[in-house]
């Protein structure tokens, strides 16, 4: 049974950080491209970033490149995102999956709340 358990929500101020974590089973973890995606309140669950396999490449949506790392430990079966000078715009709730067209059922999520 694949499960996705997002952590790591929290409320901060603009201009801090935060990082999140995503613990996978269920798959081949360490041979799956990986990503994180979000969903505002009212808004479509949009992409954020992407780590590929085998490449190791990394992908980020405009809005936080150069603020957002992502990052993987094979090991932990689990996925990371680093979010950082994080911004009102960054409130939503976060999750991570396989991309389409691997798409597997969505996880919880974890909220994400920048305010001041």
């Known amino acids: 049974q694949v499960q996705f358990v997002e952590s790591g929500e929290g409320l901060v101020q603009p201009g801090g950080s935060l990082r999140l974590s995503c613990t996978v089973s269920?798959?081949?973890?360490?041979?799956?491209?990986m990503g994180w995606y979000r969903q505002a309140p009212g808004k479509q669950r949009e992409f954020v970033a992407r780590?590929?396999?085998?490449?190791?490449?990394?992908t980020y949506a405009d809005s936080v490149k150069d603020r957002f790392t992502i990052s993987r430990d094979n090991a932990k079966n689990t996925l990371y995102l680093q979010m950082n000078s994080l911004k009102a715009d960054d409130t939503a709730v976060y999750y991570c999956n396989r991309p389409f067209p691997s798409t597997l059922p969505w996880g919880q999520g974890t909220q994400v709340t920048v305010s001041s």
């Open positions: 780590i590929s396999f085998p490449s190791g490449s990394t």
């Open positions: 269920g798959i081949s973890f360490r041979t799956s491209t």
